[in-house]
């Protein structure tokens, strides 16, 4: 009866915040049930769903955790924020405004929860590789900037395309664990970013 | 109904609290009652005849709000406070608005039910002799036994609240300083606070928050209110001074028939047998209602014998000196349908009063025999008759008994998916052979509290700290209370567990984040997201 080793379960709170229409609804569905849909519904309060991974004998369950991106939903910043291992910084590669709003997103995620693991998180690469050369390489450099300033991973990603979505959370592991991970980093301009070494 | 809702309402309205009185003479006060109630708890000392005649001589003209002015459970001393006339005032008064002026007389209150503080309200002015006051007429609704029954029901709903019972903690306190520690899991400042505590009232318990019941002022009322409220009044009869019982039993204002509900004696050291006898032997006691009888710590009494019905479902009898292996069989033939069984502490009785609750009764839900002394005289025979025959069972008491690994077995295997707390303290001759096996093969699915106090051949862990995970995974929240030393044996293998349990996690985690196929997904749709541009480029 007690043969079997019993499962260990650990469970990690992920919250994804940044401006309305950046894709954070989109990233979690995609995450969760592989499917992507071009058809925009907007987040009302807070969304969440859960993804579990099995290796071996544990078994990790991601709750993910996004909250709506307009204003008027900021006063519910809390119930995501509180608790979460990672938050993801999120804005749209393609509109630059969403950049910089990830820095008052970030203000004020840092007063509910100082302990959480920041992650800048541009989307939609898709539409990014359509920019001129000189608007790729300003965005770039500022979300690098950023990410140092916060001291957090820098990841570009494309929920259409599939581009890097399993490697974040693989990162997201990696950094709540502590522990080191041998993805190659990717790191010039027009690429699909990848920076996580400290 | 509707006078009924009234009536609540006004009890809940705190709103309502102040009161205008005037006299005839037009000399007006207005005062809150907490106002009234300092001035008559100064006026208590005087003599208490005096204030009486005065109030009960005087007419009142009533200000009130559009209701009732009727005060809820905390204030329901200072209503008490008041006067008997304007308490009649104030009860007997209808909503209406042409009713400004209420007059009314007291003279057919009895002063046996004059309030042990009236009040005397016109302090300034000497009473006068008017004795021509009139009675309003109040409303018909208080005349009806019937009607009037239920609106007593309800003003006594919280009366078992008054009744006297042993309050239960939620936790043991901690046998020593280092067992606090060890509970708190190191944490000095909770283990000092909780360690302090138990020291200073490791005997008493905070006293009760004392109820007082709204139905004493409803006896002030009339001689029909006072019949009905006294029925109602003695549904629950319950003593926890010796005094009290003595002016129960000297008074023949009681002595009409009665119909308990329950019957609870508390922690009478100096009543005698032939008190509670006189009380209770008789034949004007009708026990159909009786359900729950209690001698809480009344180490010389014992209940009349005609108090055991068919229908008694709890009988507490804690600590008693008196009762013993005939006592019991008796009762259980008169009441086999008990709910409830409390004899601990009772050390006259032995296997053979356990065997024969086991044989007469099947319907416990909870039975608790622990003791202290002589616990060699309950074995596994006795206890195991009490299982088989008592499938209902939730709560399991066997502290300081000398019952064996065997028993256990025989609870886990009947009672295993039911029994919410098995208490198992100072039972000296169990081992590893029982709770660990059971508790490891998952029997006792619903179990929430487990003490195991003091049993010291209890050496191995494992099973308890995975059972108290399983538990907790299951939603159920599990209590093992235990004395320093198996304590310190459960941390120092949870901590084992815990550490084992860590690195084989960062083992499989590790592993994962080497598998490179993960990444391998992402890499190929980037590759092709690539390819499909080019094709568009081109």
Redesign the interface.
């Known amino acids: 009866m007690d043969s079997r080793p019993e499962k260990n379960t650990v469970t990690l709170k992920v919250g994804l915040i940044g401006d309305a229409q950046v894709g954070k609804t989109s990233l979690m569905v995609k995450y969760v049930e592989n499917c992507f849909d071009e058809i925009y519904t907007q987040t009302l309060g807070v969304n969440y769903m859960e993804r579990s991974i099995n290796i071996k004998s544990t078994e990790i369950t991601f709750s993910i955790w996004d909250l709506g991106g307009e204003a008027e939903f900021t006063n519910m910043l809390p119930l995501v924020a509180s608790d979460a291992v990672a938050v993801l910084f999120m804005f749209d590669l393609s509109r630059k405004s969403t950049l910089n709003s990830v820095k008052d997103w970030y203000r004020q995620t840092r007063g509910f929860n100082r302990t959480a693991i920041p992650f800048l998180v541009g989307t939609k690469y898709d539409l990014f590789v359509d920019l001129s050369d000189d608007e790729q390489e300003e965005i770039t450099r500022q979300a690098k900037k950023f990410a140092r300033a916060m001291n957090a991973p820098l990841i570009f990603c494309s929920t259409s395309a599939s581009i890097n979505i399993q490697k974040i959370f693989k990162i997201v592991i990696s950094k709540a664990f502590d522990l080191r991970l041998k993805i190659p980093e990717i790191g010039n301009v027009g690429e699909p970013i990848l920076l996580y070494q400290d | 109904m509707n006078q009924q809702q009234q009536q609540q309402q006004a009890l809940n309205n705190p709103k309502l609290r102040k009161i205008r009185v005037s006299n005839t003479n037009g000399f007006q006060q207005t005062q809150t009652q907490t106002q009234r109630q300092r001035k008559s708890s100064s006026d208590h000392t005087s003599d208490s005849h005096r204030p009486l005649k005065r109030a009960s001589s005087i007419s009142y003209r009533v200000n009130t709000p559009t209701s009732y002015i009727i005060n809820d459970n905390e204030r329901s001393s200072s209503f008490s406070s008041l006067s008997p006339s304007t308490k009649n005032m104030i009860l007997n008064r209808k909503k209406s608005s042409n009713n400004l002026a209420g007059k009314l007389k007291t003279k057919f209150i009895k002063p046996m039910f004059r309030s042990k503080s009236s009040l005397s309200i016109n302090d300034e002015k000497s009473p006068t002799t008017t004795t021509t006051t009139t009675i309003k007429k109040t409303s018909p609704i208080f005349e009806i036994p019937e009607i009037l029954n239920i609106i007593l029901r309800y003003v006594g709903h919280d009366d078992y609240k008054r009744i006297p019972i042993e309050s239960a903690p939620i936790r043991r306190p901690p046998m020593s300083y280092n067992h606090a520690v060890l509970i708190h899991d190191g944490n000095k400042q909770q283990a000092d606070q909780v360690w302090s505590r138990a020291v200073s009232n490791s005997s008493e318990h905070k006293p009760k928050e004392k109820h007082s019941s709204n139905l004493y002022n409803c006896l002030l009322v009339n001689k029909l209110w006072y019949r009905l409220t006294l029925e109602k009044l003695q549904e629950n009869i319950f003593f926890e001074s010796d005094e009290k019982l003595s002016k129960y039993n000297n008074n023949e204002n009681y002595s009409q028939r009665i119909k308990p509900n329950s019957i609870v004696m508390h922690k009478l050291k100096k009543t005698t047998q032939f008190q509670i006898d006189s009380i209770f032997n008789k034949s004007s006691i009708n026990t159909i209602n009786l359900k729950w009888l209690e001698f809480y710590i009344c180490p010389n009494l014992l209940p009349s014998f005609n108090l055991f019905s068919i229908n008694l479902e709890k009988l507490i009898i804690p600590g008693s000196k008196l009762l013993d292996d005939s006592n019991i069989s008796k009762i259980v033939q008169l009441s086999p349908n008990l709910k409830h069984i409390d004899i601990r502490a009772c050390e006259l009785i032995t296997d053979a009063g356990i065997y024969s609750i086991g044989d007469n009764c099947q319907k416990l839900e909870s039975f608790n025999c622990g003791r202290h002394l002589k616990g060699q005289l309950i074995s596994d025979i006795s206890i195991a008759k009490v299982i088989q025959n008592n499938l209902n069972l939730k709560t399991l008491g066997l502290a300081g008994c000398g019952i064996t690994d065997k028993i256990i077995w025989e609870i886990a295997v009947i009672l295993g998916d039911d029994l919410e707390r098995l208490s198992l303290n100072n039972c000296w001759k169990l081992g590893n052979s029982g709770l660990n096996l059971t508790l490891?093969?998952?029997y006792f699915k619903k179990l929430s509290v487990l003490e195991i106090r003091n049993c010291v051949n209890i050496t191995e862990m494992e099973s308890f700290v995975?059972f108290k995970k399983n538990q907790l995974q299951k939603g159920i929240l599990i209590l093992i209370e235990t004395c320093e030393l198996l304590e310190k044996r459960l941390k120092d293998f949870q901590i084992n567990h815990d550490l084992e349990?860590t690195s084989?996690?960062?083992r499989?985690?590790?592993?994962?984040?080497?598998d490179?196929l993960?990444?391998a997904?992402?890499d190929d749709?980037?590759n092709?997201?690539l390819r499909s541009?080019n094709v568009i480029a081109s």
């Open positions: 490891k093969n998952n995975k349990i084989r996690i960062y499989d985690v590790e592993d994962w984040l080497d490179s993960v990444d997904v992402d749709n980037y092709r997201f541009r």
